[in-house]
């Protein structure tokens, strides 16, 4: 199994993804340049040049026509994927921690953080014709959030709510039409990294600084599963065609000169979904996971890491042929 390394940034990896066809892997990091890769051989197809500071999250449609990118420079910008221009951006008062088109790409979500005088928002902006004229727009929503900040985000089904992961380790539940909070659980017990759901939407995978990752249901919240490591996870995904979890993380990125490679655990690690039981580990990244993201077809993952590498795997026809033993 040789990854494809694509180095394209200078700076640590905040997050990848993958467009619906997986033809395309869309990274963003601490620099302020998203790329776009073809995820089939690793070579770049571009950039997306105008942030004036760090990535911190990027979404892209259904499409693959717009791509969407919130920064640390107060503004969350939207992008024409075919030919790397800007469209629009809409400025915020804090830095925008992380944004999502949602299942229509007729709206957006976004959050920012908590900073300085501002308090953590949610923001709810329409996208359909959106131009150069949506920094002057006002959000359909605004949703002030009091308590700890948002630190992930997905759209709930049928566009009706969304689903915000805290720094607290609480999952809650908006719904859109009243602007209000409808359900929460507190089942981490440290900030939630990443949420991710699976192919249709069922269920989601949070990953958290308090070493598990926990599958919820995405109607009721409540948590199905929980998978263990000894070491703060950065970010979970779920395989489309296999009961596959993997979960990748590592020690905080401030020790990590402190210690070996190998006492870091930068693995990736892979999961049986149902019965929680690790069955495989991939090496490689030279420092914390930060991201990772199953491919549309379930025969490949990309993962993102603080050393500003990302890595395509590709599984070998071993791990298809695995079968579980109960």
Known sequence: MKPLMLQGHERAITQIKYNREGDLLFSSAKDNAPNVWFSLNGERLGS???????????????????????????????????????????????????????YSANTAVMSTDKQMKSICEIYIIDVRNADASLESQDPIMRIPVDGPKVTSMLWGPLDETVISGHENGKITMWDLKMGKEVNSVHEHSSSINDLQFNKDGTYFVSASKDCTAKLFDTETLECLKTYKTERPVNSASLSPIMDHVVVGGGQEAMDVTTTSTRVGKFDARFFHLVFEEEFGRVKGHFGPINSLSFHPDGKSYASGGEDGFTRVHTFDPSYFEYQFDY
Do not use: P, Y
Not at 59 to 74: I, Y
Not at 76 to 102: P, Q, Y
């Open 48 to 102: 997306f040049m105008g942030h004036q500071g760090v990535v911190w999250c990027l979404d892209v449609n259904w499409e693959t026509t717009r791509l969407l990118t919130g920064a640390g420079d107060n503004s969350m910008r939207l992008w024409d994927v075919s030919n790397g221009k800007e469209i629009g951006k809409f400025n915020t008062t804090s830095s925008v921690r992380t944004c999502a088109f949602s």
